[in-house]
């Protein structure tokens, strides 16, 4: 076994702990937290159901941001959209037989790729080009985005440019998963993709990604508007009553 | 006290979104509390030895009692949508009026002492140490802020700056530091019963007076009873309704439904204040304790009602808050709670805003209008924020722009709209709420009103609107003072129940 497969394979078992674990102690955090007032963003739904609606609408279509501005929309839906298909597009890195649905979107997937690319790049122009958003963005924003290009580009690159031996990669995904490290090619652009997909689920609980998971707990978008109808108090609040 | 010179924007006929202008606002602030001041409402008097660490201490109590502020620290990606929503970014063009920057001046506080990332890389990811000019700025920009949730309906997350401002002045008031205006009122509001400081005997004065006046007008005998036991209706009104113009004319409206309808009704002198200051500063003890005068008086006086008058963030605490706060509502299945309802009606919706009382008095056809008596007037609205972005009337999801609008067009024969994107939910700040309506933050409100009144502008050349209609004390209180700045009559601004008080027919 190669030193740099032990590596490796070190490396994504830290990263997913580090991803998994980090993000569901963020969540936790967030479930634990009370919402002592009803803060619906008005008109707001009545109903769960409603409720529910209005959270697939902001997950799915990103409603709030196509009201707020046409070309961030564009490009941030561009991107997370092509995101999904690349990411179920490696889903066939991880299991064997690959399931059908997975097989069907090979070919989008590879495309999604590009569009990736493509809505990231105009998401960065934005942090050039108009001067508000300019003044807001920090190292990270700027850090956070190469990073993705970054992996996009690598991963193009593997695709149709140089290709590298995905048959191995492939043996060594399933290998890590069974606790049983296989050897990883020693292709450079493979190494450099593994490399900042790795960094990618180590900052994603201790950054702005958690934006992800942020979205469900937000007051503003998931009460439901019916405070004259049903009391509603956080247990530090009702202690008030006594 | 005179502010400094400003000069006020010119109106374009179109929005225009300005270039960042660093800066452009950081010589105002609002004055700050006195020692004394502080104090009575239980705040340290001022910002002693160690008010960093009672600041941090509170921050991280807020951080575990309010999901909002601990998800909306967290999920900000910078991607600018709320940057351009702000009216007071608008106005004035310093990037500290962009929502995103207002809350990165918290967050980055946030990061240095309650993340990971910042406490070890704090310059990556822009985490602050909190220092006194760190504080100073907090100090600015959270009192450039209407807390009129613009922003929230456009961030992609949700994110509320109002509960970051109001988090902030939470912060600020544990360590020592508050803003005069609003912590003045909120010691006035607990000694005298509102916050205009009108004792019980001078309301009872200025009440007869207006029986009077409405005897005189009408030549029918329409009563504004105060502390009447066993009324059916309290009514719980802004305290400027008393004696402000334009704001006395929809109190004579209320008093003039209530008449035509027959139902009993009366004021208290001990609630004689529909508005709650408490929201404004982020004190949840503060919201609570002025909440439960409303109660307090609805128990004593054993009414079956509890009707809102015309004002915007009291009808937020009061649609939103009041049955979290001291059970003023339904399904509240504590003893707390069950007092009240027990004496409530619960036939009826509790509590009920001005407007849904007259829609419904209208729907059933119990009212009459003589419409041409406002043909005088070309009319519009203002959706006041936080009737717009954090309440609701009637029964359906944006009940609270169409019932308004509803008696407009019963009372009235002209109305126009202004443009979509000023109006229902993406209605802008009349630029002087939130605790901002005090004259050393002069400049800061003619500058906020900037969106709004080009929205108006539109409507007057285009229609001759020569009435801006609204439903919040503040909003007349703030349009009477900024409207001459741009040109305008101050008079043009008045309340929907004023429209209703002049077209409404009356039987003596």
């Not at chain 1, 970054?150 to 492939?170: C, E, P």
């Not at chain 1, 296989?182 to 934006?211: E, G, N, R, Y």
């Not at chain 2, 919201?287 to 128990?299: D, F, V, Y």
Request: charged share 20%.
């Amino acid at each position: 076994m190669s030193a740099l497969s032990i590596v490796y394979a070190a490396l994504f078992y830290a990263a997913t702990t580090m991803l998994v674990v980090g993000v569901a102690l963020k969540i936790r955090s967030y479930a634990r937290t009370p919402a002592p007032l009803l803060i619906p963003t008005t008109p707001a739904p009545t109903t769960a159901g409603g409720v529910a609606l209005r959270m697939t609408r902001e997950v799915v279509l990103f409603e709030s941001l196509f009201k707020s501005s046409k070309w961030t929309w564009i490009f941030g839906w561009l991107f997370h959209a092509s995101l999904l298909l690349v990411l179920l597009r490696h889903v066939r890195y991880f299991q064997e037989p690959v399931w059908a649905p997975i097989v069907f979107i090979q070919f989008f997937g590879t495309y999604a790729g590009l569009t990736m690319v493509a809505g990231l790049a105009g998401l960065w122009a934005r942090r050039f080009l108009v001067d508000r958003v300019r003044y807001i963005s920090t190292p990270s924003d700027h850090l956070h985005l190469a990073l993705l290009i970054l992996i996009g580009f690598s991963g193009l690159t593997m695709r149709f440019v140089q290709h590298t031996d995905i048959v191995a990669v492939k043996a060594f995904m399933l290998g890590l998963m069974r606790l049983d490290i296989q050897p990883l090619p020693a292709d450079p652009v493979l190494l450099v993709h593994l490399t900042l997909v790795a960094t990618l689920m180590i900052v994603f609980p201790i950054s702005k990604l958690l934006h992800a998971p942020g979205l469900f707990f937000s007051p503003s978008r998931n009460q439901i508007d019916n405070p004259r109808d049903a009391r509603h108090q956080a247990a530090w609040a009702a202690a008030l009553d006594k | 006290m005179a502010t400094a010179k400003f000069e006020t924007p010119a109106l374009k006929p179109y929005p225009v979104i300005p270039l960042v202008a660093e800066g452009a606002m950081a010589h105002l602030k609002p004055f700050v509390a006195s020692a004394a001041i502080q104090q009575n409402i239980g705040f340290p008097g001022e910002l002693t030895e160690g008010w960093e660490q009672r600041a941090l201490a509170r921050m991280g109590e807020l951080l575990g009692k309010y999901r909002s502020l601990r998800v909306y620290m967290d999920a900000c990606v910078h991607c600018g949508a709320c940057s351009d929503k702000c009216h007071y970014f608008l106005g004035t063009g310093d990037p500290k009026n962009m929502p995103v920057a207002r809350q990165d001046l918290m967050r980055g506080v946030y990061r240095r002492y309650f993340t990971f990332a910042g406490k070890h890389f704090p310059k990556l990811v822009g985490a602050t140490d909190l220092t006194r000019e760190v504080f100073d700025d907090w100090y600015r920009y959270y009192h450039q802020c209407s807390e009129c949730r613009r922003c929230s309906v456009f961030c992609p997350y949700g994110i509320d700056t109002a509960e970051v401002t109001m988090a902030a002045r939470e912060i600020m008031d544990a360590a020592g530091l508050g803003q005069k205006y609003s912590n003045e009122i909120i010691g006035k509001v607990h000694r005298i019963g509102n916050n205009l400081g009108i004792p019980g005997p001078a309301l009872e004065d200025t009440l007869l007076g207006l029986e009077e006046d409405t005897k005189d007008e009408t030549g029918v005998d329409v009563r504004f009873p105060l502390d009447v036991q066993g009324a059916e209706v309290l009514l719980v009104t802004p305290s400027a309704d008393f004696f402000s113009e334009p704001h006395v004319e929809s109190l004579i409206g209320h008093a003039k439904v209530f008449h035509a309808a027959g139902v009993s009704w009366t004021l208290s002198a001990k609630a004689s204040e529909a508005g709650n200051f408490g929201m404004f500063i982020g004190n949840y003890e503060q919201l609570r304790k002025i909440a439960l005068r409303i109660r307090e008086a609805a128990l004593e006086l054993g009414v079956k009602r509890i009707v809102v008058g015309e004002c915007g963030h009291a009808w937020r605490v009061a649609y939103s808050f009041w049955n979290t706060l001291v059970g003023i509502g339904a399904g509240g299945k504590d003893p707390f709670a069950i007092e009240l309802q027990n004496q409530l009606d619960g036939r009826y919706k509790q509590p009920m805003h001005i407007c849904e009382f007259t829609h419904d008095l209208i729907q059933r056809g119990a009212l009459k209008f003589d419409k041409e008596k406002n043909d005088g007037r070309i009319v519009t609205f203002h959706d006041s924020c936080n009737v717009a972005r954090a309440s609701r009337m009637g029964d359906l999801p944006g009940g609270q722009f169409t019932i308004p609008r509803d008696i407009i067009r019963a009372v009235a024969n002209n109305f126009h709209d202004m443009a979509p994107g000023t109006i229902h939910e993406a209605t802008f700040c009349c630029g002087g709420g939130g605790g901002l309506l005090t004259d050393d933050l002069l400049e800061l409100r003619v500058k906020g009103a900037l969106p709004r009144m080009e929205a108006l502008k539109n409507v007057v050349d285009e229609h001759g609107v020569n009435f801006m209609a609204t439903i919040c004390a503040i909003c007349k209180a703030q349009f009477s003072k900024v409207l001459p700045a741009y040109g305008f009559d101050m008079g043009m601004v008045g309340g929907v129940h004023q429209l209703v008080s002049k077209a409404i027919r009356l039987e003596s």
